[in-house]
């Protein structure tokens, strides 16, 4: 059985920094397409960060602040992200995608005051 478990979360203030990690087990990691998401109350889970063999690709409110990487020895996949703003506040969850398969992490708060 799949578990990814994300941790990183918290508080921060405008312009901070956060680093969010998600360590799946069960399957082979490697193999992998991985990403974030978030929710924000009373919106819909919006992609955030994804990650494969060919590379990272991020949603536009995010390029150029987050930064998604995965280390395979470690079964991790991390998101940096920094100059965070108070509508980054959501929980994130991690996914894992191996081919048709998908699975999904509980999520981690992050919470950005202005």
């Known amino acids: 059985q799949v578990q990814l478990v994300e941790s990183g979360g918290g508080l921060v203030q405008a312009g901070g920094s956060l680093r969010l990690s998600c360590v799946a087990s069960?399957?082979?990691?490697?193999?992998?397409?991985m990403g974030w998401y978030r929710q924000a109350p009373g919106k819909e889970r919006e992609f955030v960060a994804a990650i494969n063999r060919s590379g990272g690709s991020y949603a536009d409110s995010v390029k150029g602040r987050f930064t998604i990487s995965r280390d395979n020895a470690k079964n991790t996949v991390y998101l940096q992200m920094n100059s965070l703003k108070p509508e980054d506040t959501a929980i994130y969850y991690c996914?894992?995608?191996?081919?048709?398969?998908?699975?999904w992490g509980q999520g981690t708060q992050v919470t950005v005051s202005s």
């Open positions: 996914k894992g995608a191996w081919g048709i398969l998908q699975d």
């Open positions: 069960g399957r082979t990691f490697s193999i992998a397409d």
